[in-house]
């Protein structure tokens, strides 16, 4: 057997193992958690005997949060320890090399990783403006720990770089997103500011005409996200992405203005994960999701700034922002609300629901609702029936542990953890109606023909503390918090292949599901639960409205208008706000009025 052990597609790791298969064996031992590669990793087993091969991909995260422990209970060991961790075990990038030269790593190894990231640069390879955006930072702060002839070919990789899409070139990097645009701006803002009586290949300007467009267009930037915030909306993977620019802006900007705007975008970006987050780790809708950032629980990047920002969470091995938000901490006068560490983890007794909106017009309606034992968002109104890109529209978490977590999909492809756009689990072929009122949430798929002919949940048994799968129900309890989940037929538990009992599915490209949450506290054991719950079912008037009856909340409307009626209130997703609103609620069983 020959394992390839690979990151996603932007990591730079590739690890090659050769393990012989003795007669009848079931099982391949490919070494110590500890001696592998945290994050989530792809394992492309092939099992060849002479002329004959099979191959197959798995999906595993790795974490080391054995080695980890419990995060300092000072923001100032927390920084201290991001930076120690990031320098000694993070992949080697312009992004661990800004966290070891600022805590006096600099030498030959670090100059290695900023020399092996250089080609991309050099080159315009897609995403080298992530490349670009930590290296600038290290030329600009750190360069006294840089060596004079790895700097001079610095210099002209960032004189010679193509800065966007109207500068002359023929290259294959993508500036049509709002995190890619942003990093050019920046990029190009400081790069010119560095050099700013040097002449830039590409553009033919002097560096301080460079840094004057590179200005202006920062400053569109920042106008267009202070108005609507982030089209890839409260996406896992591009919060980093975005923290990345808006913090080397942050620390490094000449300009006053953009220097405070910055600062008030990462803040406002924290604020949306804390909201958004249960126990640490983002819950929630996403307007763009990897199966590599969906299953990937204490490794995303995420968890390692909610670490460094309130305590919960984990560190992984590739990061875009974490060195830059901890020296912007350290060095550069940046502060985090200190209420953000209760909003990310809420004590027990209180429930918050947090509405908002994201993108141009407000095209993502956000709601989302947590307790200290559970947690559930999902995207309301959002493209019900249309076909999908990368979309998560429900996700949810229980208890403290992180892989705890429930998603339901339309899978795009039937290839696991392929790269399609929706892929298995990442987004779905055709987007469902979804409605959610606090712990309760409804799916409805329609499915097109020539789409797979199924929509499935992912449902990690293994991460459970326990279980049951019956029928058309299955439920779960991880820590205090419980979950139920409902398909309008029978549910499938896969036990075979690369999703063996994490998968939950429901034949056929129409389908409805409910799921329902709550705590050991307030509905007891995991029976009791699903005798208070498992009966629910829907029903649709002829207006298009879906009813149930929940015992907690009573009647539960959902409207074609895409409202949600219940105890009294109304869910209107045409009045959520950029800005959002945070309702402090009871935790438990509640009545009506």
């Known amino acids: 057997a020959r394992i390839a052990i690979e990151g996603d597609f932007m ?46 991909v798995f999906g595993v995260e790795i974490s080391q949060a054995d080695r980890q422990g419990t995060a300092p209970s000072t923001l100032a060991g927390r920084i201290a320890e991001a930076l120690d961790w990031v320098s000694e075990n993070a992949e080697p990038d312009t992004v661990t090399a800004i966290a070891r030269l600022a805590t006096g790593r600099g030498g030959a190894q670090t100059d290695q990783m900023i020399e092996a990231m250089l080609p991309a640069i050099e ?15 290290s030329r600009i702060r750190q360069a006294d720990g840089i060596a004079p002839a790895l ?27 709002e995190n890619h645009a942003l990093l050019f701006h920046t990029a190009a803002y400081l790069a010119g500011d560095l ?27 920042l106008d267009h996200f202070e108005a609507w915030e982030m089209a890839e909306f409260n996406s896992a993977p591009y919060f980093p992405i975005d923290l990345k620019g808006l913090s080397a802006l942050y620390g490094l900007a000449p300009d006053a203005d953009i220097k405070a705007r910055a600062g008030a975008a990462i803040v406002r970006l924290f604020r949306i994960v804390a909201a958004s987050a249960h126990q640490g780790v983002l819950t929630g809708a996403q307007g763009r999701s990897y199966e590599h950032t969906l299953r990937a629980g204490r490794t995303l990047e995420l968890s390692a700034l909610g670490r460094l920002a309130w305590g919960q969470g984990a560190f992984g091995r590739r990061y875009h922002a974490l060195p830059q938000i901890a020296l912007c901490l350290r060095d550069h006068g940046l502060t985090l609300p200190e209420e953000l560490a209760a909003e990310a983890c809420l004590a027990a007794g209180s429930a918050h629901e947090w509405t908002f909106a994201q993108g141009q017009d407000r095209f993502a309606k956000l709601y989302h609702h947590k307790t200290r034992d559970h947690a559930m968002g999902s995207a309301a109104g959002y493209r019900w ?28 492809e039937l290839i696991h953890s392929g790269y399609a756009r929706p892929s298995y689990w990442g987004g779905s ?43 058309r129900v299955a439920t779960a309890r991880g820590g205090s918090g419980l979950v139920l989940i409902k398909g309008s037929s029978a549910l499938e538990w896969v036990r075979l292949g690369p999703t063996a009992d994490h998968e939950l599915r429901l034949a056929g490209h129409t389908g409805r599901w409910i799921v329902r949450l709550g705590s050991v506290n307030a509905h007891g054991d995991l029976d009791a639960f699903a005798r208070r719950f498992a009966a629910m079912e829907l029903a649709e008037e002829a207006d298009g409205t879906i009813v149930l009856d929940d015992p907690d909340y009573g009647r539960v409307r959902c409207k074609a208008d895409g409202t949600t009626e219940a105890e009294g209130r109304v869910i209107d997703p045409a009045t959520f706000t950029v800005e959002g609103h945070l309702a402090r609620l009871v935790d438990g069983p509640v009545t009506s009025g």
């Not at 001696?35 to 099992?47: G, K």
């Not at 700097?151 to 997103?177: H, K, T």
């Not at 029936?385 to 795009?412: K, M, S």
């Open 429 to 471: 072929a055709t987007l469902p109606r979804v409605h959610q009122y606090r712990d309760l949430a409804i799916l409805d798929f329609k499915g097109h023909p020539g789409q797979p002919d199924l929509t499935h949940a992912w449902f990690p048994t293994t991460a459970f503390d326990d279980f049951a799968i019956d029928g």
């Open 195 to 221: 050099f700013p009586d040097s002449r830039f290949v590409r553009s033919g300007r002097l560096g301080r005409a460079q840094s004057a467009v590179g200005a202006e267009r920062v400053r569109a930037w």
């Open 11 to 56: 990591s730079t790791e590739r690890f090659e193992l050769a393990v012989d298969v003795p007669a009848n064996c079931e099982r391949l031992v490919v070494g110590d958690v500890a001696d592998l590669p945290s994050d989530f990793r792809h394992f492309a087993v092939i099992l060849s005997a002479e002329d004959f091969a099979a191959a197959r």
């Open 123 to 137: 080159d315009c390879h897609d995403c080298a403006d992530f490349i670009l955006v930590p290296l600038l930072w």
């Open 385 to 412: 029936h249309q076909w999908g890109y990368q979309e998560t529209v429900l996700h949810a978490r229980l208890g403290d542990n992180a892989d705890a977590q429930v998603w339901i999909n339309h899978p795009g």
């Open 151 to 177: 700097l001079a070919r610095i210099d002209a990789a960032i004189l010679g770089y193509r800065y966007w899409m109207d500068e002359p070139g023929n290259d294959v990097q993508w500036y049509f997103s």
